[in-house]
Nanobody, 124 residues
Framework: QVQLVESGGGLVQAGGSLGLSCATSGRHFSINSMGWYRQAPGKQRELVASISSGGSTNYANSVKGRFTISRDNAKNTAFLQMNRLEPEDTVVYYC??????????????????WGQGTQVTVSS
């Protein structure tokens, strides 16, 4: 199975920067896409940014020009660099990974897994 471990986040003043990392672990798997989502209390989880295995990126309009997603395919790790943070960015951020996992005994499976979430707080 595939698991995600997030790191980064924390408290920063408005206009500042933070970086998030998402490391994957497991055996016999490939990653098609990785992404960062965020969810405010009482609201649906929304896409912040995603990146495909080929490096194509997609961003929410609210973060375009401020956030940058990247990935290290050799280390199966994704990063989210957040610049010019705003109080409205205060929320829990979740990493997501989707791809294929192979169980030697039973076959090939698609997976869609989430990290545990990390809090980002931007003070005004």
């Amino acid at each position: 199975q595939v698991q995600l471990v997030e790191s980064g986040g924390g408290l920063v003043q408005a206009g500042g920067s933070l970086g998030l990392s998402c490391a994957t672990s497991g055996r016999h798997f490939s990653i098609n896409s990785m992404g960062w989502y965020r969810q405010a209390p009482g609201k649906q989880r929304e896409l912040v940014a995603s990146i495909s295995s080929g490096g194509s990126t997609n961003y929410a309009n609210s973060v375009k020009g401020r956030f940058t997603i990247s990935r290290d395919n050799a280390k199966n790790t994704a990063f989210l660099q957040m610049n010019r943070l705003e109080p409205e960015d205060t929320v829990v951020y979740y990493c997501n990974a989707r791809g294929v996992w192979i169980n030697i005994a039973t076959g090939r499976y698609e997976y869609d897994v989430w990290g545990q979430g990390t809090q980002v707080t931007v003070s005004s």
